[in-house]
Nanobody
């Protein structure tokens, strides 16, 4: 599976931004999709993902109520709508995929940079 993420940019605190990730090379519905981020000088962290069944989504506490993950199987896309952005959301954001039968996130997009100014 190949993933391509885009939509990052420079925004001000309080603004919104929507990231998109397009998948190719596999049967999209067989994969669990998620978003991760890596801030400067920090380790990559989980942000949001759908459950293996795709029926529910879960988020890291710091983005709950502000970020929403969307998935459209017909278009092989997974989006991350980010509202009320904060400077601490500044990071490179990566979309990721793993087959529903596995536990490791094996497939990664190239990352898209989000910078939130105060």
């Amino acid at each position: 599976v190949q993933l391509q993420a885009f939509g990052g940019g420079l925004v001000q605190a309080g603004d919104s931004l929507r990231l998109s990730c397009t998948a190719s090379g596999g049967t999209f519905s067989n994969y669990q999709m998620g978003w991760f981020r890596q801030a400067p000088g920090k380790e990559r962290e989980f942000v949001a993902a759908f459950s293996r069944s795709g029926g529910s989504a879960f988020y890291v506490d710091s983005v709950k109520g502000r970020f929403t993950i969307f998935r459209e199987n017909a278009k092989n896309t997974v989006d991350l709508q980010m509202n009320s952005l904060k400077p601490e959301d500044t990071a490179v954001y990566y979309c990721a995929a793993r087959h529903k039968d596995t536990t490791s996130w094996l497939y990664w997009g190239q990352g898209t940079k989000v910078t939130v100014s105060s």
